[in-house]
């Protein structure tokens, strides 16, 4: 029988279905509004040129095994690195990690306390995330049972032992939780942490709500992605053209989309200390349609860098609101950073304004993805005045790296690590 109580003729709807349909469609419109935006790019999904008779992908593992890098700074800068979201590790939860050139272990103890150990067993190399089990604040192997603490890495318990020798550990990493994040301090010479990771306020106490996240992958040194920031130069060429146009740099420039263009003024500086492991960048962005300026997209973004691979991105608007995109880049290999943009926002303002400024923030970025995977990095660049604030953002960055860290092997032919 149909919505409206009679029997439907074959093939047919009743006229109760007909008018729940527009009712459906608007109850699944607003759930798309409200709903965080999610956006998810594999590696290779994105940033490269499609190639005559082949796939994406095809043209991408193409493009990536040609590519001559350059002579690269060494791959893994001393910092804070995004983990995972706090969400994704609840009490009792084990996660397995694969980053900055090390296999690491991340579970969540029986009173809450996030830990970060190396993940394979020092006694015959079992690895503690393939069936390992949080036991109070330890991780138990699943091979012999061996018990390590959190906190300090040591053997507290081995099954078929009378007695836990003292030097029976494993490798603790320094974690903290901070804005609803998991990071782990990185250090090539094990130095502890030399700067605590900001905390934004407004995260904490809620004012602002979770209104979409993002996650691409580059295949391109993690130098490369920060020191955008100083190129204030490619703002106007790469950026300019409007959001309509894409990511595609093939049509970015389309003159479909020429009428409508972005303007960016953007100055970038080193902090003095005890804050020099920031930097700090102001945009002012306004956009102009037909040559007159439209004033609704006037927006300030006051962008801060901390350390090598977190950034914090305040958005402010007349009449639109405060908010900020918290951006993660993590090295999982030598050449290859998941960069991932976390948005919150004002709570009484519209969720599909932050889910705009997100969607338009990653249209422009993925246009600097094409940049980066297919770039190669020059350590001596021909330069001109204009360009002073990249050399001066390389000495700022110099700061990552120690006498001591690791560098990548001459290449010899091909990118296959």
Request: with cysteine; proline share 7%; hydrophobic share 40%.
């Amino acid at each position: 029988s149909g919505w409206c109580g009679a029997e439907l003729p074959a093939g047919g709807l009743g006229c109760g279905a007909l008018l729940f349909l527009p009712l459906l469609l608007l109850v699944l419109l607003l759930r798309l509004c409200w709903r965080p935006l999610a956006l998810r790019r594999g590696p290779g999904q994105v940033g490269y040129l499609p190639a005559p008779g082949l796939s994406r992908g095809q043209a991408a593992r193409l493009a990536h095994r040609a590519r001559r890098p350059g002579a690269l700074p060494p791959p893994f800068p001393n910092g804070w690195y995004r983990l995972l979201d706090s969400a994704q590790l609840p009490r009792r939860a084990v996660r397995s990690l694969a980053l900055l050139g090390e296999q690491l272990v991340a579970f969540r103890s029986e009173d809450g306390q996030a830990y970060v150990v190396d993940a394979y067993c020092p006694h015959l190399g079992a690895n503690l995330a393939a069936g390992g089990r949080v036991m109070g604040s330890c991780i138990e192997c699943p091979f012999h049972g061996w018990q390590f603490r959190g906190e300090d890495g040591k053997c507290t318990h081995i099954p078929y032992a009378g007695k836990v020798p003292d030097f029976a550990r494993v490798r603790t990493w320094p974690c903290c939780e901070v804005n609803g994040m998991l990071l782990v301090w990185y250090h090539c010479e094990g130095d502890a942490p030399a700067w605590a990771v900001p905390e934004q306020r407004e995260i904490t106490t809620k004012e602002w709500v979770f209104r979409g996240q993002t996650e691409h992958f580059v295949n391109a040194h993690i130098q490369e992605i920060p020191e955008n920031a100083a190129d204030t130069a490619h703002l106007a060429f790469l950026h300019g053209p409007a959001i309509l146009g894409g990511s595609d740099l093939r049509y970015t420039r389309s003159r479909l989309w020429d009428f409508m263009k972005h303007i960016w003024k953007a100055e970038w500086r080193p902090e003095p200390e005890p804050n020099e492991h920031c930097s700090h960048m102001l945009v002012q962005h306004s956009v102009t349609i037909f040559g007159k300026h439209f004033s609704l997209m006037d927006l300030t973004v006051s962008a801060r860098q901390v350390g090598p691979g977190l950034v914090f991105l305040l958005f402010k608007h007349a009449f639109l609101g405060h908010g900020i995109i918290l951006q993660t880049v993590t090295p999982v290999e030598p050449l290859l950073q998941k960069v991932v943009h976390k948005i919150y926002y004002q709570k009484n303002v519209p969720a599909i304004i932050p889910k705009f400024i997100l969607r338009a923030e990653c249209i422009q970025f993925e246009r600097d993805v094409t940049i980066w995977n297919n770039k190669q990095h020059l350590s001596k660049p021909l330069l001109v005045r204009e360009d002073s604030g990249i050399q001066k953002h390389r000495r700022w960055y110099a700061q990552f790296y120690s006498q001591r860290s690791r560098r990548l092997p001459v290449q010899k032919g091909g990118l296959d690590w």
